[in-house]
């Protein structure tokens, strides 16, 4: 019955707004929602996983929240419905919605990493750093909506999440983007939520590019990376953006990735060069941001996160830490 229904939706969702398509079916169990960030489409990803009760993972910045609520709506979930909005991390783009999104769902908890627990239930802090490091782009986010300490949950690594009807996630920290960033794993379609720990994928080319902004830790990074790849998964769902396939070999590349970064910026930096001749030289070495070049520079966040805030968190972890053995 579940079943019927859930293909007749998914066709008539395939066919509204004009061909385009907001809500896509990722697995038996699992949709994934295009909240349209900043007005973007195919960049900031929502995945519903639906068992007896239902658990959103990211919300996507504040000003799209309206985004997520109408399409949940059209998925036939109900206020009462929701148990948990887990976020990945609080950066405005993954969780920087969760405070407006909750009012819409008065029995869900709110899942985060301890670290992120007093930012989100006092916003004002994650917002002038937003600020200093996003500038209009934070703007276009929307300011973060305070979530009231008393509806979220500190996530332990390891700690497994009932969804009921035999459906869990698990809980897995994957820290190196931030000190606050957390991944789940689905096993029943051994697919895992990368937040931002396994980079930004780029469906429209099949190409990953690094999300490294400062304080990048790339020792770490690479652990998480290794963590998540020992979980033998099939499925990558990235936040940016989208379902992957041939999961082992995007963790595997996007660590070859980050070394590759790492070893150009040192070479650029005994060479006296500032960061513009630097992520130049990044793109002349590194095939699939050569190849993702002209998406990057003419997207609105990509051609400010990737090419500018990347950079310079590897820039600076390089001159902090040295190349990883
Ligand atoms: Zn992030």
Redesign the pocket.
């Known amino acids: 019955m579940l079943k019927a229904y859930d293909s007749a939706l998914e066709i008539l969702l395939n066919l509204k707004d004009g061909g385009k398509v907001s809500i896509t079916k990722v697995a038996d169990h699992i949709f994934m929602i295009d909240v349209e960030a900043a007005r973007i489409r195919n960049f900031v990803a929502s995945y519903i996983v639906r068992g007896e009760s239902v658990v959103i993972i990211e919300t996507g910045p504040t000003s799209s929240i309206h985004n997520l609520v109408g399409r949940l709506l059209k998925l036939g979930i109900k206020p009462d419905d929701v148990s948990y909005v887990a976020v990945s991390?609080i950066?405005l783009?993954?969780g920087g919605g969760v405070g407006s999104l909750i009012k819409h769902f008065p029995n869900a908890k709110v899942l985060v990493h301890q670290r992120g627990v007093l930012h989100l239930a006092n916003p004002e802090k994650l917002w002038q750093q937003s600020k200093m490091a996003l500038g209009a782009i934070a703007e276009i986010y929307g300011k973060p909506e305070p979530v009231p300490p008393e509806r979220m949950v500190a996530a332990q690594d390891g700690m497994t999440l009932n969804v009921g009807g035999g459906i869990t996630l698990k809980v897995i920290e994957t820290l190196g983007?931030?000190s606050h960033h957390l991944s789940y794993y689905e096993p029943l379609s051994k697919g895992i939520f990368t937040?931002?720990a396994a980079g930004i994928y780029i469906s429209e080319l099949d190409v990953i590019v690094p999300?490294t902004?400062p304080p990048f830790r790339l020792d770490i990074a690479l652990n998480s990376l290794n963590k998540l790849a020992s979980l033998k998964p099939m499925v990558l769902y990235y936040t940016h953006f989208g379902k992957a396939l041939n999961a082992a070999g995007k963790l595997e590349m996007y660590a070859k990735q980050l070394k590759l970064w790492a070893k150009t910026a040192k070479e650029a930096l005994n060479a006296g060069e500032d960061l513009g001749a630097i992520s130049r030289r990044i793109v002349e070495n590194d095939d699939a941001v050569k190849k993702a070049e002209g998406y990057i520079k003419t997207h609105m966040v990509l051609r400010e996160t990737v090419l500018r805030e990347s950079v310079l968190g590897i820039i600076e972890f390089v001159k902090n830490f040295g190349i990883p053995a």
């Open positions: 991390h950066h783009d993954h983007h931030a937040g931002d999300t902004p």
